[in-house]
């Protein structure tokens, strides 16, 4: 070889690393090296670019972020959690959220002011300003604790940090997306897969300066908390930050009615590739604040809002192979391997079958041509085969009838539907790897243990590995051994370490939600908690002798059904379960349940609801119990200390039997001089 092309291999060989850790970095937010490391690989490469010409000079040209960015930012709680948006993907899913908004708000309005706005995909970010002044800056993080990246968010020049202007709140927080506009993209693109990652990447830089490299523009769309709250509608509240300074966007729009709201949806999504940001959809928000105020939220979005996505991006392609997936309830779920497909800028090679039935009913077979959609950050899917081009000699599929354990898998009868599940689930627990494994993918989410540096990828391969077992395993790991594995370094193990630590002290509506018992999700696990209290009652699920009556306690609780009720029965039956429940709650610091409103109206009230309200729904009456401390429950018992009887159709039975308890009965004209009180 010519040192001319040793010089050459070695230098691509130094791009392609920086290139792994780039995306570790950057795509990943999982850096693998530190920063002096990082460094000195960019330094090595800079310095073969400049002694040798005839390098490409990849490095040079490409602009790259001159640092990885940090997990180190400090954490700071949020004033007000930053929820996520609840998808609609048709007229029928709006013409579905009008209608609930309604019915939750006992209204008959079909042409309620909707506010819209593009859904710009970007990264989320929350500024606080005191009297005027950009005092705090934080990122997402999980929903409740974000990051302090104030002196990033700084470096955008368009964000205000002072307000000159007379008569702004004294605390008012303004929430934003961050992003890259396309045009900035283009001459950066080389070191990232999409603007929305090299925003991420920007934004999460150690030293602002390196941020400032990068042309981060943002649009303000929303509020936190704000102290005196003196505007009445989100188009108002828009109208003036953008008076005071703040960039909004300029194609939102008011519109009453679902046919309104159809034909802006068409105009945004024509609009779409003129735009120089990304945008994945509409969003819609009620626009009285008063009626957003009354909405509230479920535990992971408002009931104000819903992101209206633009239709899926379809493509064709040929199905490889059909294999099976099971989820983390057993659920088999037939999966499509396709040849790799774009489907808007979107390389996919898997594609979702959803079920038995839906093999069954669309015929799909291995080796049919077909076309795939794939709608916003969902799972692709197989919408159609195309009949004309299938092989004569093909077969129908048949659907295995055993789980990749080797148990057999079943369909359950549902007691609510009166027929049999279209899905399949293998009867088999924590017994099956590929359960427990799903299980413990749960476990590390976001929702849950929200342990960062321990993904999917990880889990898989510590599983694999034998690492990992069940979920006391992650408290017990020998990080000595990790340290020997390729692609783990004293900064990611470092990271890694802290991570779990931090994880162990938990809430206990999180650890409920964390076990992963079936049909118990964030709001059910937080209705549960609320019963308990605290681990150890909780814990007495596990004794068998006390678990009978528990559960008939249960029972009781609005929102908690006899599916509940039933799944909590079958999961605690099963020694397995209990065991690996039991290993995990000596491995955590479980925090008692502090009811958020110890102060309100009920505070440790427990309230049943007969009868419909002439001002309010049962869901906006049993939202306003809650938010005031007091807990719901959805049968008379003893323990009940009022029962609140709306004046249309109350059942009688209920205020007889609560009157031979002595129950308070509380009337509609009571109750509405309680709230006002
Ligand atoms: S309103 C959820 N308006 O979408 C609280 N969000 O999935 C209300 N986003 O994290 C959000 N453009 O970062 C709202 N015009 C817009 C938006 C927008 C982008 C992002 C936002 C949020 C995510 C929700």
């Known amino acids: 070889m010519t040192n001319k092309s040793i010089v050459t291999s070695e230098y691509k060989k130094k791009i392609k690393i920086l290139k792994k850790h780039n995306t570790s970095y950057f795509s990943d937010d999982n850096p693998k090296i530190t920063d002096a490391e990082y460094d000195k690989l960019k330094l090595e490469i800079s310095y073969l670019e400049a002694k040798h010409p005839y390098l490409k000079r990849i490095f040079q040209k490409s602009n790259v972020v001159g640092a990885p960015p940090s997990n180190q930012f400090k954490k700071i709680k949020h004033l007000s959690p930053m929820l996520s948006l609840s998808n609609a993907f048709n007229k029928e899913d709006v013409e579905d959220f009008l209608k609930k908004t309604n019915n939750f708000l006992n209204l008959n309005e079909k042409n309620i002011e909707i506010f819209t706005e593009p859904k710009i995909d970007g990264i989320s970010a929350t500024l606080i300003y005191e009297k005027g002044v950009l005092v705090k800056g934080l990122s997402r993080g999980d929903g409740i604790t974000g990051e302090d990246i104030l002196e990033n968010l700084k470096t955008i020049k368009e964000i205000p940090k002072k307000i000159n202007s007379s008569n702004i709140p004294n605390l008012l927080e303004i929430r934003c997306e961050i992003y890259i506009g396309k045009k900035d993209f283009f001459k950066i693109q080389d070191n ?159 594609a979702t079958l959803h079920n038995e039935d839906e093999i069954q009913r669309k015929d799909i077979r291995i080796g049919d041509t077909i076309s795939i959609q794939r709608a916003g950050d969902v799972i692709p899917q197989v919408v159609s085969v195309d009949i004309s081009k299938r092989n004569k000699k093909s077969f129908k599929f048949i659907f295995p009838t055993k789980c990749l354990c080797g148990a057999l898998t079943k369909k359950e009868y549902s007691k609510t539907t009166k027929k049999l599940d279209s899905v399949r689930r293998c009867i088999k627990g924590f017994e099956c790897k590929y359960i427990a494994k799903e299980r413990l993918k749960h476990i590390v989410s976001k929702e849950a243990l929200n342990i960062d540096g321990l993904g999917k990828k990880v889990i898989e391969k510590f599983w694999n590995m034998k690492i990992i077992s069940e979920p006391a395993d992650i408290f017990k790991l020998n990080y000595n051994d990790i340290k020997k594995l390729d692609g783990w370094g004293e900064l990611s193990i470092k990271n890694l370490q802290k991570a779990i630590n931090n994880a162990k002290k938990i809430n206990l509506s999180k650890f409920i939600f964390s076990i992963g018992v079936r049909h118990i999700g964030q709001e059910n696990a937080k209705i549960l908690a609320g019963f308990f209290l605290s681990i150890k009652n909780f814990n007495n699920l596990l004794k068998k002798e006390k678990r009978k009556e528990l559960l008939e306690s249960l029972s009781e609780l609005d929102g908690i059904g006899e599916t509940q009720v039933q799944s909590i029965e079958s999961f605690f039956s099963k020694e397995i379960n209990k065991k690996i429940t039991q290993n995990l709650i000596n491995q955590l610091e479980i925090q008692n349940y502090v009811s958020q409103n110890k102060d309100g109206k009920f505070s440790n009230k427990k309230l049943m609801f007969t009868g419909g309200f002439n001002n309010m729904s049962r869901s906006e009456a049993k939202s306003i119990a809650e938010r005031n401390g007091g807990k719901v429950l959805g049968s008379i018992s003893k323990k009940l200390d009022y029962l609140i009887v709306g004046d249309s159709k109350p059942t009688k039975r209920k205020i007889d039997q609560a009157k031979s308890l002595k129950i308070k009965i509380v009337t509609e004209k009571d109750w509405n001089k309680i709230l006002n009180s």
């Open 192 to 350: 990232f897969a999409n603007p929305r990652n090299a925003a991420g990447g920007s934004l999460r830089q150690k030293d602002p300066n390196e941020t400032a490299k990068i042309p981060l523009k943002y649009f303000a769309y929303g509020f936190g908390s704000v102290e005196p709250m003196n505007f009445k509608k989100q188009s108002e509240f828009l109208k003036k930050i953008s008076e005071w300074g703040f960039s909004t966007n300029s194609i939102s729009e008011l519109v009453k009615g679902v046919d309104e709201l159809e034909l802006q949806h068409k105009k945004i999504d024509s609009l779409r590739s003129s735009l120089d940001y990304d945008i994945d959809g509409l969003v819609l928000k009620i626009n009285d604040l008063n009626l957003q105020k009354r909405l509230g939220n479920t535990s992971n979005s408002p009931r104000w809002a819903v992101a209206y996505k633009f239709s899926a991006e379809k493509a064709f392609t040929k199905i490889k192979d059909i294999v099976i997936q099971v989820g983390r309830t057993g659920a088999i779920t037939p999966v499509a391997k396709v040849d790799p497909v774009n489907v808007g800028g979107v390389v996919v090679s898997n």
